[in-house]
T-cell receptor, first 116, second 113 residues
Framework: GAVVSQHPSRVICKSGTSVKIECRSL??????MFWYRQFPKQSLMLMAT?????????EQGVEKDKFLINHASLTLSTLTVTSAHPEDSSFYIC????????????FGPGTRLTVT | QKEVEQDPGPLSVPEGAIVSLNCTYS??????FMWYRQYSRKGPELLMY????GNKEDGRFTAQVDKSSKYISLFIRDSQPSDSATYLC?????????????FGTGTRLLVSP
């Protein structure tokens, strides 16, 4: 099956710094990638949708200047949390799909961000 | 009111039991229904995908959708300790293009040997 990786799996950073999370499709070309955030005991909440080569579409209430998304190639999307604060601490999960073979989303293993 | 409601559990059952997991939803526009399994600190894995009302079976798993009641279920037969995970329901309004998924909070299932 399609494999999606994320790096790093876990990151701790100080308040005010920026953190970059990578999402890669390993064995398929991902025309679309999604970024989700999951707080403990809560649903996955969609943050943004990114299509290769175009600007990301952010969900209502998600600050696009704080959560920078770049989808520069068909196998890589990055999420940068700028000027991180403790309330940004969460589990960030990406998913990826290839419209050429259907519309199923394949999820990455997630990145645990802790802001101290 | 949340669009999708799901009991967080935990639900504890002995090995071999039949497990019933459920979600209710409020938006009648949802047409496509999915169940994901998520192990601790891992991303969700798609288990079942169904369209509209009816049943779908895949091995030990059966997904059931009742659109008139806005209620979906996942049944697991002959449950195994390896089934211990969080089960998330998800749904979408369309299958045209990539779907914007709305997830439930997930139900944590514990299957004891």
């Amino acid at each position: 099956g399609a494999v999606v990786s994320q790096h790093p799996s876990r990151v701790i950073c100080k308040s005010g710094t920026s953190v970059k999370i990578e999402c890669r499709s390993l064995d398929f070309q991902a025309t679309t990638m999604f970024w989700y955030r999951q707080f403990p005991k809560q649903s996955l909440m969609l943050m943004a949708t990114s299509n290769e080569g175009s600007k990301a579409t952010y969900e209502q209430g998600v600050e696009k200047d704080k959560f920078l998304i770049n989808h520069a190639s068909l196998t890589l999307s990055t999420l940068t949390v700028t000027s991180a604060h403790p309330e940004d601490s969460s589990f960030y999960i990406c998913s990826a799909g290839d419209r050429g073979v259907g519309y199923e989303q394949y999820f990455g293993p997630g990145t645990r961000l802790t802001v101290t | 009111q949340k669009e999708v409601e799901q009991d967080p559990g935990p639900l504890s059952v002995p090995e071999g039991a039949i497990v019933s997991l459920n979600c209710t939803y409020s938006n009648s526009a949802f047409q496509y229904f999915m169940w994901y399994r998520q192990y601790s600190r891992k991303g969700p894995e798609l288990l079942m995908y169904t369209y509209s009302s009816g049943n779908k079976e895949d091995g030990r798993f059966t997904a059931q959708v009742d659109k008139s009641s806005k209620y979906i279920s996942l049944f697991i037969r002959d449950s195994q300790p390896s089934d211990s995970a969080t089960y998330l329901c998800a749904m979408s309004r369309t299958n045209t293009g990539f779907q914007k998924l709305v997830f439930g909070t997930g139900t944590r299932l514990l299957v004891s040997p």
